[in-house]
């Protein structure tokens, strides 16, 4: 069974950029979309963005101007940047995997999601 | 963009049914998601593409949908039930993620 991991900086100063890598394991990056989501108490789940293994990328237009989302088949990785954060931007990231279903977008696997705090 | 409207509470006794609802004028066109999260972990899949229940899932977790309103129903409430459950669907174009501001279930 897929498992997922966050791993990356807790801190994060104002106007630096976040950057965090998902660890994937039980399972290959190939053949599927993979994603970022972060939770906050003010915005509850908010959808950052997703990556197929081939390098094709989406993101949430609110956040497409500062988001760039990586993949490196080689390490079974894909990371996340977030440029110039602000205190808007303290929240918990998860990364996930979006379900190999045709015509659907949803997601299956979830690592256990890391904190990110931008203070203010 | 759009929103998806979930009512902020629902509290119900155990071995009652709790219905959370999921709303938006979007949901015609689109499948609509179930996550539930209990404190401290991840969302879990509970419902998939309406109705649909992922392995796993008990079989008293059920999703259906009338109009522009989709409904998760638990029946049988247990105490294990306690988390917070959001819905999730996609914009128009099908690409693009939105998430309900999710439900608070109380088991009382």
């Known amino acids: 069974q897929v498992q997922l991991r966050e791993s990356g900086p807790g801190l994060v100063k104002p106007s630096e950029t976040l950057s965090l890598t998902c660890s994937v394991s039980?399972?290959?990056?190939?053949?599927?979309?993979w994603s970022w989501i972060r939770q906050s108490p003010a915005k509850g789940l908010e959808w950052i963005g997703y990556?197929?293994?081939?390098?094709?990328?989406n993101y949430n237009p609110s956040l497409k101007s500062r988001v760039t989302i990586s993949v490196d088949t080689s390490k079974n990785v894909f990371s996340l940047n977030l440029i110039d954060v602000t205190a808007a931007d303290t929240a918990t990231y998860f990364c996930?995997?979006?379900?190999?279903?045709?015509?659907?977008?949803?997601?299956?696997?979830w690592g256990q999601g890391t904190l990110v705090t931008v203070p203010s | 963009s759009y929103e998806l409207t979930q009512s902020p509470s629902v509290s119900v006794s155990p071995g009652q049914a709790a219905r959370i609802t999921c709303s938006a004028d979007?949901?015609?066109?689109?499948?609509t998601y179930w996550y539930q999260q209990k404190s401290g972990q991840a969302p879990l899949l509970v419902i998939y593409?309406?109705?649909q229940r992922p392995s796993g899932i008990p079989e008293r977790f059920s999703g259906s949908r009338s109009g522009t309103t989709v409904t998760l129903t638990i029946s049988g409430v247990q105490a294990e039930d306690e988390a917070d459950y959001y819905c999730?669907?996609?914009?128009?174009?099908?690409?693009?993620?939105?998430f309900g501001g999710g439900t608070k279930l109380t088991v009382l």
């Open positions: 999730q669907s996609a914009d128009s174009s099908g690409t693009h993620v939105v």
């Open positions: 990556i197929h293994y081939s390098g094709n990328t």
């Open positions: 996930a995997r979006v379900a190999e279903d045709t015509w659907s977008l949803y997601f299956d696997a």
């Open positions: 039980g399972g290959s990056l190939s053949s599927y979309y």
């Open positions: 593409k309406d109705s």
């Open positions: 979007i949901l015609p066109k689109q499948y």
